[in-house]
């Protein structure tokens, strides 16, 4: 299995509250993905990031902010936390942006009440 | 807009029995298709890649196959097994901008029963 963590792996916080999830892998990929998934939706791109401090907005964005100062961390940022934003959120990694594969983390279970 | 669908989107079948996962998708520009398993409360194992060019891809008793022009992916599991009780997912790589993403289906549930 790929070497991918992400913590914490439950949270439950108030609507209003920042959240901050970290996704780190120890497979030095180039392209790490916020995901969330949610019944009824399927997985949704939040953001990636194709390199160190360089990231881009995936399909539903809104409310969220990333950032990744290092190869091996990509961490996913709730600025004020909404019920809305309840949901399962995975990180995966890959080697490169197309042709490879992704590999997911074992996902954050995040309420908003 | 690209959109995939997954037929059935639950299943349940006795040990042993061969099966077939659909996957639909609208649009037939794509890059790659993927098939990914789902275990409960787990994060997606990779399956299956078949690129653009082929028509299948083979591991152990998984077999997918690709049909680009009527947009359509079959996953063939042989000698189902309890252990193959899971949410398979199917996902497209499509061309946005400046990178790719992935279009994914909603999953269909599988029951292997012993």
């Known amino acids: 299995d790929a070497g991918i963590t992400q913590s914490p792996r439950h949270k439950v916080t108030e609507t209003g509250t920042p959240v901050t999830l970290r996704c780190h892998q120890t497979?030095?990929?180039?392209?790490m993905y916020w995901y969330r998934q949610d019944p009824g939706h399927g997985l949704r791109l939040i953001h990636y990031?194709?390199?160190?401090?360089?990231?881009d907005k995936g399909e539903v964005s809104d409310g969220y902010s990333v950032s990744r100062s290092k190869t091996e961390d990509f961490l996913l940022t709730l600025e004020s936390a909404t019920s809305s934003q309840t949901s399962v959120y995975f990180c995966?990694?890959?080697?490169?942006?197309?042709?490879?594969?992704?590999?997911f983390g074992p996902g954050t279970r995040l309420t908003v009440l | 807009k690209q959109e995939v669908t997954q037929i059935p989107a639950a299943l349940s079948v006795p040990e042993g029995e061969n099966l077939v996962l659909n996957c639909s998708f609208t649009?037939?520009?794509?890059?790659?298709l993927q098939w990914f398993r789902q275990d409960p409360g787990k994060g997606l194992t990779s399956l299956l890649l078949?690129?653009?060019s082929q028509r299948e891809q083979t591991s152990g008793r998984l077999n997918a196959s690709l049909d680009k022009s009527s947009g359509r992916s079959t996953l063939y599991i042989a000698a189902s097994q309890p252990g193959d009780s899971a949410t398979y997912l199917c996902?497209?790589?499509?061309?946005?901008?400046?990178?790719?993403?992935?279009?994914w289906g909603l999953g269909t549930s599988l029951a292997v029963n012993p």
């Open positions: 497979e030095n990929h180039r392209y």
């Open positions: 078949i690129q653009s």
């Open positions: 995966a990694i890959s080697p490169s942006g197309g042709t490879d594969t992704q590999y």
């Open positions: 996902a497209v790589e499509i061309d946005a901008g400046n990178n790719r993403k992935l279009i």
């Open positions: 649009d037939s520009a794509i890059y790659n």
């Open positions: 990031s194709y390199g160190v401090k360089d990231t």
